[in-house]
T-cell receptor, first 109, second 113 residues
């Protein structure tokens, strides 16, 4: 059983479209991180959110932490082929990180 | 700085064999983690360490052992390898827990036949 559920599992869109990835749980987390992973490599941190309701922007990426610190979303505006990859959320509880199963994004030119 | 290094990159084991996956970091990080990633899935925490001499179990510790005698090194030992341990193993480190960036190594792809 996954502590963090990510949806959708797969997403294939055209360049220029917008998309949102969701990360949900029934558990409360101290913080939540979003990572991006390329094939054959380790995940690379995109952002950490700590406060309930927090919104962070990273160029065309917007991250939100739910008010109750149980869920998060990642919104990409005007997706580009360079955004293609596996997006993972990870929640921190008691010194441990729990990862979601990931969203595989493919942006077609 | 090399960051987090892992060896070997690839390994094939026979059922029942043992091996040690090596992990080292040169960032003077206190926290180190071992994860496994099965195809198309997220990462599951096997063991973690909050400092030299201190280790604790993660979500999926069965079949694995760890030790942390120095700040830099955090080897993962597989005893009596089983096909269910076929996976990609990632080591990571961070300065502290919960909010700091985890830096990941390049991974070790292990196949047990």
């Amino acid at each position: 059983t996954q502590l963090l559920e990510q949806s959708p599992q797969f997403l294939s869109i055209q360049e220029g479209e917008n998309l949102t990835v969701y990360c949900n749980s029934s558990s409360v987390f101290s913080s939540l991180q979003w990572y991006r992973q390329e094939p054959g490599e380790g995940p690379v941190l995109l952002v950490t959110v700590v406060t309930g309701g927090e919104v962070k922007k990273l160029k065309r990426l917007t991250f939100q932490f739910g008010d109750a610190r149980k869920d998060s979303s990642l919104h990409i505006t005007a997706a580009q082929p360079g955004d293609t990859g596996l997006y993972l959320c990870a929640g921190a509880r008691f010194n441990k990180f729990y990862f979601g199963s990931g969203t595989k994004l493919n942006v077609k030119p | 700085n090399a960051g987090v290094t892992q060896t070997p990159k690839f390994r094939i084991l026979k059922i029942g064999q043992s091996m040690t996956l090596q992990c080292a970091q040169d960032m003077n990080h206190n926290y180190m983690y071992w994860y496994r990633q099965d195809p198309g899935m997220g990462l599951k925490l096997i063991y973690y360490s909050v400092g030299a001499g201190i280790t604790d179990k993660g979500e999926v510790p069965n079949g694995y052992n760890v030790s942390r005698s120095t700040t830099e090194d955090f080897p993962l030992r597989l005893e009596l390898a089983a096909p269910s341990q076929t996976s990609v193993y990632f080591c990571a480190s961070s300065y502290s827990a919960l909010t700091d960036t985890q830096y990941f190594g390049p991974g070790t792809r292990l196949t047990v036949l």
